[in-house]
């Protein structure tokens, strides 16, 4: 069974970086495309950037185009999130999840999620 592992998450000032990674077992993770989702307190998951199989079709929520970048590592079984200019808005539970078949941006057509890791940006 595949599961998905974030890590890379913490406590940020505004304007500042940070560099997200999912890492997933099991195998023929390139035939699958995944995705980066987020949870604030009270308000609903939301999907921040998604990417298909090969790495070359990728989507971004409009809150975040120009800061995020989503990229993936087929040969490591790992995907990324670059999150540059960071916003106490961005702050949130980050969660990565995979699907079968075309990328996606609706969070119930993924089937494997992770953990989630919190990130945290200040004032």
């Known amino acids: 069974q595949v599961q998905l592992v974030e890590s890379g998450g913490g406590l940020v000032q505004a304007g500042g970086s940070l560099r997200l990674s999912c890492a997933a077992s099991?195998?023929?993770?390139?035939?699958?495309?995944m995705g980066w989702f987020r949870q604030a307190p009270g308000k609903e998951r939301e999907s921040v950037a998604t990417?298909?199989?090969?790495?070359?079709?990728?989507r971004y929520a409009d809150s975040v185009k120009g800061r995020f970048t989503i990229s993936r590592d087929n040969a490591e079984n790992t995907v990324y999130l670059q999150m540059n200019s960071l916003k106490p808005e961005d702050t949130a539970v980050y969660y990565c999840?995979?699907?079968?078949?075309?990328?996606?941006?609706?969070?119930?057509?993924?089937?494997?999620w992770g953990q989630g890791t919190q990130v945290t940006v200040s004032s």
């Open positions: 990417i298909n199989q090969s790495g070359r079709g990728t």
């Open positions: 999840a995979l699907k079968g078949g075309l990328l996606s941006t609706n969070p119930r057509e993924y089937d494997i």
């Open positions: 099991g195998r023929a993770f390139s035939s699958y495309a």
